[in-house]
Structure formats: C-alpha cells, structure tokens
C-alpha cells in the first residue's frame, strides 16, 4: 500500500510535467521535475524493500524444507527396507510423488508477490467503492426529483462557501434572485467569487450554508444529473476530449449517438470553425489531440460554444468564454451567442465590461459578496460604485475615442506600406470606401451615429437586432439556426423593473432598425470571406495528421459519428497512424538483460556479482542433493554395516538443504533488490529522455500522457521481474541442467544420450510457446494502455465529464474498453493454452521415455545403481527446466513490457536544444530575418513566411493580429522549443534568421537563453506545491532571486501579495491537488510573478491578462512599464494581445496576417494610418461601406452566410 501510495506521488508529478511541458522547458524545470520524482521512487523503493525481505525469508524457508524433508523420509525409509517392511521401490515410488509435490509448491511460490499485489489492489479498489457508497451527492437517488420543466429561475438565499480554504469565505453570505429568460451578466475581480456561482449551481460542492433554489426548488433536491442536463456550462479553460471533431460537438448532446452531420455542421458553422474544420486532413473525423492539444486557445473556446450550441439547454452559463478570442471573432460571436440565447436564460461570468450593453443586467461581485446590481445604464450613472470603479479602469486603459475617430490620413512610410490588393481579391472589395488604399472591416455590430455604437469600437457591441426586426429571426424556416428546442416559455420575468427595460429596449431596436436599413447592403460572399479570414489559420498552424489527405464527409447526415470508440462507423476507415518501425519493435532478452549492468553502480554490481554467486551455489545444490540421494538409497537392504554410510549421507543432505535455504534467500533479496535500483534507473532516465524531447514530440498520440505513465508505472514493475523473478529461476535452471548432464553423462551416458536426444522437442515447444505468448502479451499490453488511457482521460477532465452528464458514456466506454482487453485475454488462453499443455507435459513425456530406456538397460546388465543415480539428476534437471516453461508467459509479458519502457529509456538525445553551447549575459536587440517556419509534423504548411523584422532591447513591443497570424510560434521560435530548417550561418554563409544581440540563436546555450527569456501563457500553469515553490519554479538553489524577499517583490509586482498574505500560511500554503484552489485571474498573476521574480532580460506576455480584472491588469501594465523604464535599461517586453489595452502601452507595434508582417509602428502612428491595426482596434467597424445588416437580420448571422454559399434559410 505504501509504495503504491508514493508510486502514484510519482506519477502526479510525470503527468503534471507532461502536461505542462512548455512550462517545464521555459523555466528550466526538467532537474526539478526529475528531482521530484526521483525522490518519490527511492520512498517507495524503500518500502518495496521491506515486501521482498519477506518473500526472500519464504523463498529461503521452503528451499531448506523442500530439501529437509528428505533426510527423514529416505533415512526412515532405509530403516523400513532394513526391517523388510517396505522395499526400495516403494521408496522410490514416494520419492517421485515428493519430487511432483516439491515442484507443485515451486510454482507458487514465485506467484506470491504478485498475489499480494492483487490482494493490495482489491482492498484498493473496495476502499474506493466503500468511500464512494458513503457519498451519496456521487450517486443519484430515488427520491431526488426530475421536474418535467424547467425555466432558469435561479435563487440565492444568504448562500456562503468556503470550497478548499475553511477560514476564507469564497461567497459570503450572497442573497440574489436571477429570472428566467434573460441574460445576466456576473461581473468582478480575480478571486471575487463570481466563479463559484456556477460550482454552487451545478452541484459540484454543496453550499455551506444558505439555500440555493433551481425553479423555486431547493438545489439539495434536485438530481444531479437532470440539473446538469439542463445547465450547460463554458469556462474559460475548455476541455475537449481525446476524440475526433466531430465527437467532441456532439458529445454533449443526449442523443449524441443519433446526432446528424448537418446538425454538427451548424454547430460549427454558430462557433466560426466550418474553415478550420474544413481544412484539417479528414474534416469532422480528425483527432483534435489530448485535452485538444492541436488546437490554439480559442479554437478550443470555439470548439466548447459550439457543443453548447448543439447542447441549446434552458440554462447556460459562459464562464469567460471568449477570453481567448481576438477582437473580431470575439464581437462575431458575442452577437451570435446574444441571438441565438433571446429568451433563455443565459449567465455571463465576466471581468470584462465591454462586453455589457446600456441595457444588460448586471451584478457585482467584491470579496464574496454582492456589492451592486442593475443595468448597466442606471449604474453608470452612480458615483463613486462598484461599477464606477469598472468604468474608470475601462476608461483609463482604452485609447482616446478622438485619435480613432478623427486619425490623421497620412501617407504612410514607405518601408511600411502595404502592397495595394487587386480588384477581384477580398481586400480589394474591403478597400472600396472613401480611401481604398486602407481596409475597413464590416460594421456588423456598430451603429457610428449612437453613443451606444461608438462604444461598440472599443469591445462592446450594440445587438444586430438594432439593424433590423428584432423578431424577424423567429419567422424563419425549421432549418434556421435561431428557432432551436428550449424548454423555455415566453420570455417573461417576475421582475417587474427589469422587464420594462427590456420593453423599452426591443420599442428602441426596432425604432433603430429604420436608419439601418437605409444603408446600402454588402454582398455576402464577402462576409463569409472575411470570416473565413479570421480566427481559423490556427488550424493549419497545429494539425498534427502526419495525414495529409482529406476525407470528404457528405452533408446529407447519412454518415454516423463515431461515439466514444463505439462502432457507428467502420473505424479502419479512419485508422490511426502507425508507430514507426522503431516503435514497434520488441527488444530481444538477451538486449534487455544487456542494461541491466551499465545502469547500476559499483555497490550495486558487487551485489549483483553475490547474488549470482547465490544464484550458482543453489543452482548447484540440486544435482549434488540428487548424487548423494541416488546414494543414500544404494544403501537400502544392506544391513547394519552401511547404517553409519546412511547417516553420513543423511547428514550431508542436511547440509545441502541448510545451504540451499541460506541461499535462496540471499539470491532473490538481492536479485528483488537489484531490479529495483535497476528499474529506478530506467525510469529516471526514460523520464529525461522525455523531458529532453523537442515540443514537436509530445504531440504525437504514442507520447501522450497515458502511455508514457503506463511505461513508467505498470510497464516498470512487469520489467523489474525479469531480474528479480526470472532471470534466477532461468540461471538456476541452466546451472543445474549443465551440471546434471555432465554428472549424468558421467554415470550412465547411455540413458544421458537419450535424455539429450529429446532437446530439440523440448527447444521448439518452449519457442513455439514463447513466440505465441509474447504476441498475445504484446496485444494485451495494447488493450490494457486503451483502456487505461480511457480511464486517465475520465477523471483528469471529471469536471467536463460530470458538466455534460458524460458519466455513463465514459462508463460504457470504459466498459467496451475493459470488455476487449478481457477478449483479448480469453484469445491468448486458447492460443497458447495448446503450447502451455505441450510445455507442460513434455516432462512427463521425456520421464517416461527414460523410464522404459532405463529397463531396457537394465535388462542389457547396466547397474541399476548408476540408473537410479541418473534418474534422479535427470528428473530433478527436468523439474527446473519444467518450471522455468511454466513462467514463460509471464516472461513474454515482461518483455513487451521493458520494451515499451526502454523505448522511453533510449530516446535519441538528438534535440535541437543541444546544439547551441554559448553561454550569454544579455539578449539586445532580437532581429528575424528572412524567417519562414513550418511545424515539423506539417512541413507542407508555412505558418511564418519570410519574416523580418526588429525588436529593439529595452523596449515594450507588441506583436498583434487574428488568430493562427503567427505570433505566439514567434515566441515558440526565440525560447527555442522549436527551430527553423535553416543551417547556421557556418555552413549556409547567410545571415541567420533569427539574431540575439547579433549572435545566431542556434549557438546560443538553450538552458542560458531561457533563464534570460521568460514567458507568461495565456493558460496559466500552478504545480501542487506551495505558492513560494510555484514562483521560483527551475530556479536553482544558488540563484540570486531564490529568496524570500525577492519572492515578494515579485509577488507585489504582479497585484498578488495582498492575497497571499491574507491566507493563514502565507507563501507556504499548499496550492493545486489537495490544497488551496485559486481562481483564473489568481493563478495568472501567481504565473506572472514567476517570470517577474527571475528579473528576466525579455519577458513575453502571451495573452497573459485575457484572465485579469481590469483592476489587475493595469497593475500589471504598470508594473511593465516600470520595468522597461527602470534606469533606463529596463528590460525587453513582448506583448502578444488582441486587448487594446496592452497595445496601447507598446512603444512598438507589429501587425502580422497569414504568418507575413503586414505593418509595423507606433502605437499613434499606427491609428492614423488607419491600415490593419487600425482596423483590428475598430472591432470590425466600417467606413462609407455597405451593409448586410438586412440579411442578418432576416437570417441571423449563421443563416446569411450559408445564403452566400447558395444554400438560402427561409
């Protein structure tokens, strides 16, 4: 128990390592990690130690008494021969039968570990099951109740939480009514609570005091699962899971085994992924990775929206939703969602305002408690309110509305202008205004003659109902994507105050809608363009489908989903790509016996060498047992006069046992012994192999998180008994066989001829066999890594799993996964059950054959002395050899086992991370030229296409534009977790594409340049460890900033401190798996502190405050600025954003589209050139353009842009 207790510690901290690999690489964590675990296997070695000290002692005491009780067996039978009571062959006859017992007791005795493992395993698991009986929110009952309705009211009643921090409340006592039908928005700071709600609400911990009413139900009362069926929950972290495109949209769904293609298709088409989908190897059926590692940040937002859309519940509830989104995708699909949720209820979680219209309902959230509540419009107009903190955050971070409306059109610099677009080309029509030599993006959400509208520029936007009919959108066809099931009434609430606002909203859109329609309309195939053109080169940036061929999915829906790995389609047709041969191979015995040598130390051969030592002496024992028995029975009927002969005999048989006891122990304790150090050693070093792997690596499906722990955990204990286990047994088996032939050879070679003569049935039995049973283990192996993968993918996402009501389709998964590995399992037992009997009987078949040989010769006058001293070295030989055929599919197990770890262990150290050997000081300026860079899994798509371009030392840069333009590979590209296909400048002559402070990145020292080049992710990563720990993350103990005090100022910097302090252990209290649990925008800043503390040369923010309160993240800019500005050599910040607020504190902005830099400058001189920047700022507005508002406003946003592909909604 204890060591499979600090096995799975161990294994927490593989998986943790893995799964934030970039982390890991960017902050020079692999000797942490590695340390971490290592310490983690020599606690359960210890413990592991103690197990096998007392099968040792078993071993020993059944080799002295399997031997012992001879002495007084045949000496007795001596004296019963010498009274004429028994005769020698009744003896012998016993013998024999002890000698079939002696080997029955032999074959169990190896097992006795791995029964005890069972039996720790079964107490395991009945634990578990025990534990979860108890918990009866875990299970649903019977008297919980599944109204028949249900309409969204939502009620809190002086409700309080404290989740994993007893003396913090997280909600304190919060008393709040939210009506059906509407939208709300839940607005307030990292840590404010607002997070909570949706915990509470979906039941995934229970309140600790108050009442919380669903539907005038108290929450307590409700099934868990008919709650969840009906809420819907989008954070801001989606989790998709381990499947096919299509399976991840439609999993969420009740009848996602039914689901058609076309409604799939509409799903995708609501969330913007149609292009992206389209332009994967096989569409809908591509597999989006672990966790959807192939996917960007917001292709997985947009993935999660899109299985929401399909789920359309009464309830949703978007949790930071679209954080992930730039600027146009994010309006886009902020309207859609606004349209397609008119009349349910719809809960916004946000700290972003913008996003919160004149008329919206909104409440605020300080410290737990609700501080405000109302439409915006009412609380704007309150002084010195929560809210009014909000506004003036908002109003400090966006940009002056004059220097947007009124820029300057200058002629922009040469060098930076962009090449003019053709006539017939996108850009051309978007061109067309009233100066084409600059592009505006439709207005497809701002009205520039409302103060509303011109708001809209800045991150809100005014509804497209105010363009239009407002109900025009429930006049369309079945087919629409806007006239969708809801279990929802009419729209009505029993809040008096919030429903005629909402009157007055609808009488003011549909007033407005007059002076929309007098503009002249867009055509719609530019639209589709235009959105085809934002938010989805992400794709063809991350595919990793070594696959490039697509598979066209007919749109008719008669094609099935494949569900959860239930057959609903042919899967061969979309087979998974084979390992490479490499992969596949099995390592032979003698190749995996062959490491064992060099992976100990000098102590641990010395105890190799002993236990071998051992091993030859037990080994021994055998046929100097048998001679002296053969003997001893010679002198059966003898009399008197060979009394003491026996005695001495009997004697010395005594000896031989004590010896064989003494060491049998000594040779399976140390040979246990030195396959643990020698399995530690393997797993230490498979683990730095895999660290040491370049980024490209992880993403392949054989390096996934599961299979890498299971070569670590299962794969490592099969491999440990071909020492410990096997290979003595198969030692001892050869000693003894070589040592009885040549001693029977010298007795009688005759009848050793013979025995001899059946060796090569013997050999091809035991091949046959061990061919047969590797196979089937190797397939075994196979069924048991899906099934487990199934099992870690279950409960590493329980959260999503329990969200969607998934349980019982992970449960049956689970199940078909289980139920295979058992087919599998019941295949190989009549496969080699055949060759098992073969093996097993071959004993017996050779014995016999001696036997009669042995009669024959005996009638041709050999002594029947030498024949019986034969006999028995030749049955005793035999009964080893028996057993080591017996262990033979344990073996083959083991040895498809330790190939799948020495994979690990043999890793190439080949990475481009180690080719650079200079170590630096300092960065300078940073310069690509010439850059193009193609992922290594997809050289045929270019992502960054000859790039050159200058960030100057010292100074804050932004780099900006859609999603998948290439701006986070830049970063990829200087931490070095990928390279360019380029040679150094050595050998191509050329000036290298990527220079820091003019030397080649490929010959700096990678572990160097990260020190001096931080990043912070836009998906913040904590490790389960203390918050002191978390910040000096791959600091060495000798650094510098590896203290307290630096520890704090870091903490201060990033807006942290205060909170950290406010817990009752301060910087030492234990955060992640077990500890305190902090919010989105709590560990954002906690990351940044971590980069913040290592005082870097260049810090690169990569969306790293899309989780922040306005609050936090001008504290955060602040603390930017202050660090470029410091004595005038600050550092270099490199902003990669779609918030306007970041770019506004750049001294420098480079605008990237399609992977090429389309324009670069200022952040003010980039205003009044009104190009690309210009546009991504206005959010999508245009100028003197045409409008489509008319189509959308007929058939919602989904319905015009399939009417610009022909395929028109009614």
Not at 473 to 498: C, I, L, N, V, Y
Not at 502 to 526: D, F, H, I, V, Y
Not at 937 to 961: C, D, F, H, M, Y
């Amino acid at each position: 128990m204890k060591q499979q207790e600090k096995l799975t510690e161990a294994l927490k901290f593989v998986s943790n390592a893995i799964n934030a690999i970039e982390t890991v690489k960017c902050f020079n964590g692999q000797e942490h990690e590695l340390s971490k675990y290592s310490s983690r296997l020599k606690e359960a070695a210890s413990w592991y130690y103690r197990v096998v000290n007392v099968n040792a002692q078993q071993f020993g005491f059944m080799g002295f008494t399997t031997l012992a009780m001879f002495v007084q067996g045949f000496y007795y039978g001596g004296v019963q021969v010498d009274r004429h009571e028994k005769n020698t062959g009744d003896v012998v006859t016993t013998f024999f039968s002890a000698i079939s017992a002696f080997q029955a007791i032999s074959s169990v005795l190896p097992q006795m570990i791995v029964l005890q493992k069972g039996r720790t395993a079964g107490s395991t698991l009945r634990a578990i099951m025990a534990q979860m009986a108890k918990n009866t929110n875990a299970l649903p009952s019977p008297r919980l109740l599944k109204p028949g309705r249900c309409d969204g009211n939502i009620e809190f009643r002086n409700a309080s939480q404290t989740l994993s921090r007893p003396d913090r409340m997280v909600l304190r006592n919060v008393a709040f009514s939210i009506p059906a039908h509407g939208t709300t928005f839940i607005i307030g700071k990292s840590g404010s609570g607002k997070s909570t709600f949706s915990q509470l609400l979906l039941k995934f911990y229970p309140a600790a005091s108050g009442q919380i009413l669903f539907d005038g139900l108290p929450l307590d009362s409700l099934d868990p699962t008919w709650l969840r069926s009906h809420v819907t929950l989008v954070e801001q972290h989606s989790m998709l899971f381990e499947d096919t495109v299509f399976e991840n949209i439609a999993i969420g769904t009740e009848s996602r085994h039914g689901v058609s293609h076309e409604a799939v298709t509409s799903a995708a088409e609501f969330a913007l992924l149609l292009t992206m989908i389209n332009d994967m190897p096989q569409r809908f059926q591509t597999m989006v990775g672990s966790k959807g590692g192939t996917m960007s940040g917001g292709q997985r937002q947009r993935m999660a929206l899109a299985r929401a859309y399909l789920r359309d519940t009464p309830v949703l509830i978007l949790d930071e939703s679209t954080s992930a989104l730039d600027q146009v995708s994010r309006s886009l699909i902020m309207e859609a969602i606004r349209r397609w949720r008119h009349g349910k209820t719809t809960l916004i979680i946000t700290h972003d305002i913008t996003q919160i219209l004149p008329d919206d309902y909104a409440m605020i959230f300080e410290d737990g408690e609700l501080v405000q509540e109302g439409h915006r419009k009412r609380m704007e107009q309150i002084h010195d309110s929560p809210f009014q903190k909000f506004l003036s955050f908002e109003a400090v971070a966006a940009p002056d509305s004059s220097e947007i409306q009124a820029g300057t059109e200058t002629e922009p610099d040469e060098d930076l202008a962009r090449e003019k677009p053709t006539d017939d080309s996108l850009e051309a029509h978007l061109h067309a205004g009233e100066n084409p030599r600059y592009s505006y993006l439709p207005a497809l959400f701002a009205d520039r003659h409302t103060k509303a509208a011109f708001r809209g520029a800045y991150g809100f936007a005014t509804p497209l109902s105010e363009l239009g009919s407002p109900n025009s959108q429930f006049t369309s066809g079945p087919s629409s994507p806007t006239k969708r099931r809801s279990s929802g009434a009419d729209p009505t609430t029993s809040h008096e105050k919030r429903t005629d606002e909402t009157t007055r909203q609808s009488n003011k859109t549909s007033g407005g809608s007059k002076e929309a329609n007098n503009r002249k309309s867009m055509a719609p195939e530019l639209l589709y363009k235009f959105i085809e053109s934002t938010g989805d080169l992400a794709a063809r940036a991350r595919l990793t489908s070594g696959n490039s061929r697509r598979r066209r999915i007919p749109s008719d829906g008669s094609i099935p989903a494949i569900v959860g790995g239930t057959e609903m389609q042919p899967l061969s047709k979309y087979k998974k790509k084979e390992l490479p041969q490499d992969d596949q191979r099995i390592f032979s015995l003698q190749a995996i016996l062959g490491t064992i040598w060099p992976s100990l130390d000098w102590y641990m051969r010395v105890v190799l060498i002993i236990a071998l030592v051992a091993a030859s002496i037990n080994g021994a024992c055998t046929p100097i047992f048998s001679s002296i028995l053969s003997k001893l029975i010679g002198t059966y009927g003898k009399g008197d006069k060979e009394k003491h002969t026996a005695m001495i005999y009997t004697v010395s048989i005594l000896g031989i046992a004590v010896l064989s006891g003494v060491s049998s122990y000594i040779l399976h304790l140390l040979l246990e012994y030195a396959g643990q150090v020698w399995i530690n050693t393997m797993r230490e070093r498979s683990l730095e192999r895999i660290l040491d792997q370049p980024r490209d690596w992880f993403t392949h499906e054989e390096n996934s998180v599961s299979h890498v722990m299971e070569g670590l955990d299962r794969h490592a204990e099969e491999m440990r008994n071909l020492l410990g286990r096997f290979a003595s047994s198969l030692y001892i088996a050869l000693v003894l066989s070589v040592v009885a032939l040549i001693w029977a050879l010298t007795s009688q070679w005759k009848l050793t001829l013979i025995a001899i003569a059946l060796g090569p049935y013997v050999y091809f039995v035991t091949k046959s066999f061990s061919t047969i049973s590797g196979n089937w283990e190797g397939r075994s192996n196979d069924a048991a890594e899906a099934a487990g993968a199934i099992f870690t993918e279950t409960f590493t996402n329980i959260k999503t799993v329990r969200a969607l009501t998934l349980e019982s389709h992970f449960r049956e998964k689970y199940f078909h996964a289980t139920k295979n590995t058992l087919q599998i399992g019941f295949r190989r037992s009549v496969y080699t059950g055949f060759f098992f009997g073969l093996s097993d009987s071959s004993g017996i078949f050779i014995m016999a054959l001696m036997f009669y040989a042995g009669a024959r010769l005996i009638r041709d006058g050999a002594s029947p002395t030498k024949i019986v001293e034969v006999f028995v070295q030749l049955v005793l030989a035999i009964t080893n050899v028996s057993l080591y055929l017996g262990l033979v599919p344990q073996i083959g197990l083991a040895k498809d086992c330790a190939s799948r770890l020495l994979r690990l262990s043999t890793l190439p150290k080949d990475s481009h991370e180690h080719f650079g050997n200079t170590q630096i000081t300092s960065i300078g300026d940073i310069e690509l030229h010439n850059l193009s860079f193609s992922y290594p899994s997809r050289p045929e798509q270019t992502v960054l296409k000859n790039i050159s371009l200058l960030i100057p030392a010292g100074e804050t840069t932004a780099l900006v534009g859609s999603s998948g333009s290439g701006k986070s590979t830049i970063a990829s590209l200087l931490l070095n977790l990928y390279t360019t296909a380029s040679e150094t400048s050595e050998v191509s002559g050329k000036t290298p594409d990527i220079m820091l402070s003019g030397r080649d990145l490929k010959h700096i020292h990678t572990p160097t340049l990260r020190s001096l080049i931080t990043v912070v992710s836009q998906t913040p990563v904590l490790f389960p460890a203390t918050i002191t720990e978390n910040i000096t993350y791959g600091l060495l103990q000798s650094s510098p900033f590896n203290n307290m005090a630096s520890v704090r100022r870091a903490a201060a910097a990033a807006g942290i401190d205060g909170f950290i302090m406010s817990l009752s252990q301060g910087y030492e209290t234990l955060i992640g798996e077990g500890g305190t649990g902090l919010s989105g925008g709590q560990a954002q800043r906690l990351a940044i502190a971590r980069a913040l503390v290592r005082r870097p040369a260049v810090m690169i923010l990569d969306e790293a405050t899309s989780a922040l309160d306005v609050e936090s993240s001008s504290l955060v800019r602040d603390t930017i600025q202050g660090l470029v500005e410091r004595d005038g050599t600050g550092m270099t910040v490199i902003i990669i954003t779609h918030s306007k607020d970041m770019m506004s504190i750049a001294k420098n902005i480079i605008v990237l589209s399609q992977g090429q830099v389309v324009e670069q400058g200022s952040y003010e001189g980039l205003l009044r050139k009104k190009g690309e920047f210009y546009h991504l700022l206005r959010g999508g507005e245009w100028t003197e353009e045409p409008d489509i508002e008319d189509d959308i406003a007929v058939h919602g946003l989904s319905g015009a842009i399939d009417w610009t592909k022909g395929k028109a909604r009614p």
